[in-house]
């Protein structure tokens, strides 16, 4: 089982809709987890960050994260043209004094006008 | 407030020489870590330098080697060029040994030929 596994894609959405993004976690004892954002030729940006179980909010984006279910989400509401690029999950943690992120393959979504 | 910076920007390289990269963390950050990522794939652990230490190593062989200054800077330095080491290299900065966020610098495209 990998690590961290997203959901496959690519992720095609309309202007203005919800683009829902899913990513799974097989280590349950990571602590943080994150979304990074990537535009093609670039390098990742970090775009939220959340370390206990609920949502966090911050604009248009959410995450959510579930430990119990080893699940962490990004929705972002609203979308524009400018949201399309490679989404990349990442955990933090596990396995004792482990810091190093594991990333997940990352989901090309495409916001079409 | 200075970002994550990386020099160079891109490098082309034959197989079998040596190359050095480096980085300059986030003001304020202390913590370097070092990522591959290949194509169409996310960033892979390469290892994490804190006061001027080796603190974790991911999954690399030893050409792959690496040194943190006392001005928190980084460099990563890799010996005996593959083909396989084409990739783009991410320094990462953060706050301390954590959980904590991590921030991106640009990268450097490596091309070995």
């Known amino acids: 089982q990998k690590e961290v596994e997203q959901n496959s894609g690519p992720l095609s959405v309309p202007e203005g809709a919800i683009a829902s993004l899913n990513c799974t976690y097989s280590?349950?004892?990571?602590?943080?987890f994150f979304w990074y954002r990537q535009y093609s030729g670039k390098s990742p940006e970090l775009i939220m960050s959340i370390y206990s179980n609920g949502d966090k909010e911050d604009g248009r984006f959410t995450a959510q994260l579930n430990k119990a279910s080893q699940y962490v989400s990004l929705l972002i509401r609203d979308s524009q043209p400018s949201d399309s690029a490679t989404y990349l999950c990442a955990v933090n943690g596990g396995g004792g004094s482990n810091y190093k992120l594991t990333f997940g393959k990352g989901t090309l979504l495409t916001v079409n006008p | 407030d200075a970002g994550v910076t990386q020099s160079p920007t891109h490098l082309i390289k034959t197989r079998g020489q040596q190359v050095t990269l480096r980085c300059s963390p986030k003001s304020g950050h202390d913590t370097v870590s070092w990522y591959q990522q290949a194509l169409g794939q996310g960033p892979q652990f390469i290892f994490q330098?804190?006061?001027?230490?080796?603190?974790q190593r991911g999954n690399f062989p030893d050409r792959f080697s690496g040194h943190q200054f006392p001005n928190y800077s980084s460099e990563l330095n890799v010996n005996a060029l593959l083909l396989g080491d084409s990739a783009l290299y991410l320094c990462?900065?953060?706050?301390?040994?954590?959980?904590?966020?991590?921030?991106f610098g640009p990268g450097t495209r490596l091309t070995v030929t």
């Open positions: 280590d349950r004892g990571s602590q943080s």
């Open positions: 330098y804190y006061e001027e230490e080796e603190r």
């Open positions: 990462a900065s953060s706050l301390g040994l954590g959980f904590n966020e991590q921030y």
